[in-house]
């Protein structure tokens, strides 16, 4: 069975610096917009970006509310931007699947065009329910193929032996069932989709009982 270590990852760092001015950067333009005007902020909401990059939802959800931003990312000079962006913010470089943050930290957790980039997604489930607070929401922002361009995509990311998976939404609820993360909607628009999951206390049947 394939290990991390014999796959690779997309490399971002060398384009660190000009990302947000790039194709990748214009192209997710829209899917920020998405989710700042999706979440639910209240002034000293403890906030996560899983993923960061560089910061520029942290600074836009800043500029609309007081809250306090925390960002990791994989990549050293994305963290190296997002610092020069939000200087404030604590940034630091972290994986999805092994956070140093204290359990029931956040508010809020999003994972914005990043899912599809986890190696362990299963892992990141575990790991988000562990450090956001009951009754605190996941977002995560991913393209939204249909079924058979995913499974192309799928096809060539594991052909090149590249790091991520895109899912389908039932697999994406499945994956976060078991760790009291709860689907509970989802905003789409042209092969992106922003679906919010929110953390219960416990499983009951098919019922979730809330703190």
Request: glycine content about 6%; some cysteine; proline content about 2%.
């Amino acid at each position: 069975m394939k290990t991390r270590a014999d796959k690779h990852d997309f490399k971002f760092d060398v384009r660190a610096s000009v990302y947000d001015e790039q194709f990748e950067g214009k192209f997710s333009e829209r899917v920020y917009r998405l989710v700042t005007e999706t979440i639910e902020l209240s002034p000293g909401d403890k906030i996560l970006d899983v993923g960061c990059g560089t910061g520029t939802i942290l600074r836009r959800l800043s500029d609309t509310c007081a809250i306090e931003g925390f960002g990791i990312d994989i990549e050293e000079k994305m963290i190296e931007q997002a610092k020069i962006k939000c200087p404030w913010m604590n940034i630091q470089k972290g994986d999805c699947s092994n956070m140093s943050f204290e359990d029931e930290t956040f508010d809020s957790v999003i994972a914005c065009m990043t899912f599809h980039h986890f190696y362990d997604q299963i892992a990141f489930a575990k790991e988000v329910s562990r450090v956001l607070k009951t009754g605190g929401k996941l977002y995560i922002a991913d393209p939204a193929f249909p079924m058979l361009i995913r499974k192309a995509v799928n096809a060539i990311i594991n052909r090149h032996e590249l790091i991520g998976k895109f899912c389908g939404n039932k697999e994406i609820e499945q994956i976060f069932k078991p760790y009291n993360l709860v689907w509970k909607k989802k905003k789409g628009m042209a092969f992106f989709q922003l679906i919010v999951f929110e953390k219960v206390v416990e499983r009951v049947g098919r019922k979730c009982l809330k703190i």
